[in-house]
């Protein structure tokens, strides 16, 4: 019996961390590129990425995910070919909304004179962004990047609302047969992998404390 | 040979002028000082020369470019190699916090003089040495004391080989002990007849350092002269500046 509980987890479990690889995989550059243009200079752009970023804020992602997953074929007549796609693209693209923000946060937190500084120097914009910026931005991005990544372990579990089988929908499926416990169970499988995240998370941290 | 030369410089913030038509010739090997009362524009001043604020009206020459002609900036393609014959010393260092001693002193001449690491290197080690950094090669700047990053922050600029070097308020974020080693070096290389301008509060020092010394107040050059200026000024502001 355990044993059986235990693979059927473990499946889901893999597909819980599918949903969470692919989504920074797919968040991590996507929200760069709505972070440079929520900070363009072209002022129309400005505001698109804004309103974008607003109404990926302002809404629950498991609405999101109900959206791209029926309106495609609602609207355009082209169905979505499958539920995970539904949900990778809703994932991605709420992640890299809230991705976006952080970004926009580490770089308007540097300081104006490194800007001065690396100017008179004679560097230019982009060489400025590589080897003065970019660093620093990294620094002050890893902590409110890890808490936005481990609330995506947890957030994996929505996709079970459009039929995903990720852990805790294979949890529920035993639930049918009057066995509650591995619902709680599941709870196991989060913790350890939370756990070894907070792991790599301080040690990032910690590689990059030898400058303040 | 004319390093500077800044005519009938204006700036406003807003409705607020702050330059108000300022003049200043800067020949080959002059040590000039700039002092008054802070809210004077000397660092606007000294900012608008290098290109970190951009003047409403006026002209710059610098090593023979025209950066600015009556208000209009030239493009960069003429005058991003006459800006670089300009260095510049903060108040607040500046330096980055991601990279050590050296690598800051490197960073720019390799990235900006395409120099080969050794060389760059070499130089640095050269000029640490004459700032008297040279044990502290691999720290960061985090673990220096203001005087010593202030010091950094004097070889990175000597890096670049600076036909002049603009410096605003060096020592002001000092306390007094840190601040007579940054005057040291500053006298030091004004005995190397290295051309600058430096903002001030340090009256003794700009005294005995300046070949000219240039008083500004309320946007306003008001008196300049030689250091003996100093001991006889002529304006009113420049006796009320001094006497406070
Ligand atoms: N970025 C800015 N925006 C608006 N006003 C400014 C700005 N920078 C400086 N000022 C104003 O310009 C005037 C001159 O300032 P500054 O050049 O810093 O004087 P100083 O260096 O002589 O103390 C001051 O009144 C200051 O408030
Ligand atoms: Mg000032």
Known sequence: MFYNVFLSLTNGF?????IFTATLLGAIPLGVLICICSTASFRPIRWIAKAFIWAIRGTPLMLQMFVILYVPGIIFDIPMKSRMTAVL???????????SEIYRAGIQSIPAGQFEAAKVLGMTGWQTFWHVCLMQIIKRIVPPMSNEIITLVKD???A???????VVMCAERFTREGIIWPLFFTGIYYLI????????FSFIEKKLNYYR | MTVIEARNIHKSYGKLE??????LTVEQGEVISLLGPSGGGKSTFLRSLINLESISQGSITICGTPVVIDGEYQHNTYTSQAYRSLGMVFQG??????KSVIENVTMSQMIVNKASKK???DKAMSLLERVNLSDKRDAYPCQLSGGQQQRVAIARALAMNPTAVLFDEPTSALDPLLTSDILKIIRDLAQQHLTMIIVTHEIAFAQNVSDRIVFMSNGSICEEGTPDIIEHPQTAELRSFLNK
Do not use: C, M, W
Request: glycine fraction near 6%.
């Open chain 2, 18 to 23: 702050v330059l108000k038509g300022i003049d």
């Open chain 1, 14 to 18: 893999i597909q819980t961390l599918f």
């Open chain 1, 160 to 166: 079970r609302v459009i039929g995903i089988a990720e």
């Open chain 1, 89 to 99: 693209v809703a994932f991605i693209i709420n992640y890299a909304a809230y991705f």
């Open chain 2, 119 to 121: 060389e760059a290197q």
């Open chain 1, 193 to 200: 992998f939370v756990g070894l995240l907070t792991l790599l």
């Open chain 1, 156 to 158: 994996t579990s929505l």
């Open chain 2, 93 to 98: 260092f500046n330096l980055f916090p991601h």
